[in-house]
């Protein structure tokens, strides 16, 4: 299993950026995917889910992220992504992707051990 992200620069604070997470390989029991991210000296926080099928349209945000990022996938090419609106420097950091392998139910989807499989991560950095 891979996870690769990509679309992570400097930007300016009020800026956007939109990320991406290539997968291959996942098991075909995924259930849900999520983006995550971690700032220097920092608890990696989760910031957004998704169930990872088609139609089924069940997404989660955390607060600090509810209104600006809107999660989003393309199931038959198996890629995720996270569009980012009105940036603020506390944003910054590493963000990562994750997918599901052995289900977890009754662990939320905002949290990371709920997710078995992690990419390297892109870095976003707003100033």
């Known amino acids: 299993v891979q996870l690769v992200e990509s679309g992570g620069e400097s930007v300016q604070a009020g800026g956007s950026l939109r990320l991406a997470c290539v997968t291959s390989?996942?098991?075909?029991?995924?259930?849900?995917m999520g983006w995550f991210r971690q700032a220097p000296g920092k608890e990696r926080e989760g910031i957004s889910a998704?169930?990872?099928?088609?139609?089924?349209?069940?997404?989660r945000y955390a607060d600090s992220v509810r209104g600006r990022f809107t999660i989003s996938q393309d199931f038959d090419k198996k890629m995720m992504f996270l569009e980012m609106n009105s940036l603020k420097p506390e944003d910054t950091g590493m963000y990562y992707c994750a997918a599901e392998g052995r289900s977890r139910v009754g662990v939320s989807p905002l949290l990371s051990a709920r997710y078995e499989y992690w990419g390297q991560g892109t870095q976003v950095t707003v100033s």
């Open positions: 390989g996942l098991p075909s029991h995924t259930l849900w």
């Open positions: 998704i169930y990872f099928g088609g139609g089924h349209g069940d997404l």
